[in-house]
T-cell receptor
Framework: DGGITQSPKYLFRKEGQNVTLSCEQN?????MYWYRQDPGQGLRLIYY???????QKGDIAEGYSVSREKKESFPLTVTSAQKNPTAFYLC??????????????FGPGTRLTVL | LAKTTQPISMDSYEGQEVNITCSHN???????ITWYQQFPSQGPRFIIQ???TKVTNEVASLFIPADRKSSTLSLPRVSLSDTAVYYC???????????????FGQGTTLQVKP
């Protein structure tokens, strides 16, 4: 089955620790994205990548880092510099096309709780 | 990126048609209008996309007037399982404008009652 996977589903960490969230896709999509969602809120874009070895900051990149060494993978590291890391994290991917198709495929999400 | 405004919440009953309207006064020429659906603790799911006039697929219709400053998502004969948050987005992931991103607002929470 083609799809996008995130692991783990739930993650607990102590304050001050860095943590890396995994995101893998086998859809052969060029673009990948990381979003954060807080209770009752919409999604906010953290980072996105349109091609391997390149990525762009989204609206709330401070305290996060990413890498895009392979087309299939786009891991997100939540660093100790992120002041309020507890949230639901969603990874997505999309094709690049012209005219554009604004369809992003989302993973199941990782719920991070920092104690 | 164009800002969107949509109602925070709506109620409906099973079997009714639901129309959710979104305002996007400063939509750009290259922007497309896209709607997503999200269930609790899941990622959003693409519903429909349009540029102008009317678009219909197996689950919804999207009505866009000539000035494109608003759009209406129409869900025919809703069921309890349509209870979800619906997001209106304006932009273009790729193509000539190539902003590379979409902005999700707070969305409209639709509650379908029996």
């Amino acid at each position: 089955d083609g799809g996008i996977t995130q692991s783990p589903k739930y993650l607990f960490r102590k304050e001050g620790q860095n943590v890396t969230l995994s995101c893998e896709q086998n859809l052969n999509h060029d673009a990948m994205y990381w979003y954060r969602q807080d209770p009752g809120q919409g999604l906010r874009l953290i980072y996105y990548s349109q091609i391997v070895n390149d990525f762009q900051k989204g609206d709330i990149a401070e305290g996060y880092s990413v890498s895009r060494e392979k087309k299939e993978s786009f891991p997100l590291t939540v660093t100790s510099a992120q002041k309020n890391p507890t949230a639901f994290y969603l990874c997505a991917s999309s094709i690049q096309s012209s005219p554009p198709i604004n369809e992003q495929f989302f993973g199941p999400g990782t719920r991070l709780t920092v104690l | 990126l164009a800002k969107t405004t949509q109602p925070i919440s709506m109620d409906s009953y099973e079997g009714q048609e639901v129309n959710i309207t979104c305002s996007h006064n400063n939509i750009a020429t290259n922007d497309y209008i896209t709607w997503y659906q999200q269930f609790p603790s899941q990622g959003p799911r693409f519903i429909i996309q349009g540029y102008k006039t009317k678009v219909t697929n197996e689950v919804a219709s999207l009505f866009i007037p000539a000035d494109r400053k608003s759009s209406t998502l129409s869900l025919p004969r809703v069921s309890l399982s349509d209870t979800a948050v619906y997001y209106c987005l304006v932009g273009a992931l790729h193509g000539s404008s190539n902003t590379g991103k979409l902005i999700f607002g707070q969305g409209t929470t639709l509650q379908v009652k029996p």
